[in-house]
């Protein structure tokens, strides 16, 4: 075997060997971490059913907004969103909740929607639009009075 084969073998293996450690890596935190949010959102849904039962949508809303006021990482939303998702499912409607909200065919005015709705409520960012992005997906499966604009989409 020349040395040339001999340095390319030594590169692959080296190679080889880098792949294998970063793909066991990679599985490591998705385990590890993949176990604490799917644990974190079974308890969120079982809290967001809870919460919704002595409430309307709206207090829904305001207390999803506070838990992300107080803690909107990103790995937190996955928990905020299943809470707000269970509570609203669970809750007593309020009046007028689902007017004006776009449809979701509209991407446009759904994220000048969901900015402005962030911005109303003092708050922006990714974690905020997916609130209110739970918000429209429950509006679009509720038979609530939504605009014409909606309904027409």
């Avoid at 040339?4 to 294998?20: N, R, T, Y």
């Avoid at 992300?68 to 669970?90: A, D, P, Q, R, Y």
């Avoid at 909740?97 to 409520?121: G, H, L, Q, V, Y």
């Amino acid at each position: 075997m020349t040395r040339g084969w001999k340095i390319g073998l030594s590169i692959l293996a080296g190679v080889f060997l880098l792949v294998v450690l970063a793909g066991g890596g990679c599985l490591y935190v998705l385990s590890r971490y993949g176990r604490e949010i799917g644990e974190g959102a079974k308890r969120s849904e079982t809290e967001g059913k809870d919460f919704g039962k002595n409430t309307d949508e709206a207090g829904c809303l305001k207390e999803a907004l506070a838990r992300n006021k107080k803690n909107g990482s990103i790995t937190n939303i996955v928990s905020i969103n299943v809470f707000l998702g269970k509570c609203l499912e669970t809750s007593e409607p309020t009046p007028a909740f689902c007017e004006n909200i776009p449809s979701r065919d509209d991407r446009a005015e759904t994220k000048a929607w969901t900015t402005r709705k962030c911005a109303e409520a003092g708050q922006s960012g990714l974690t905020c639009e997916a609130i209110f992005q739970v918000v429209r997906a429950h509006c679009e499966g509720t038979d609530q009075p939504k605009n014409k604009k909606t309904e027409s989409n």
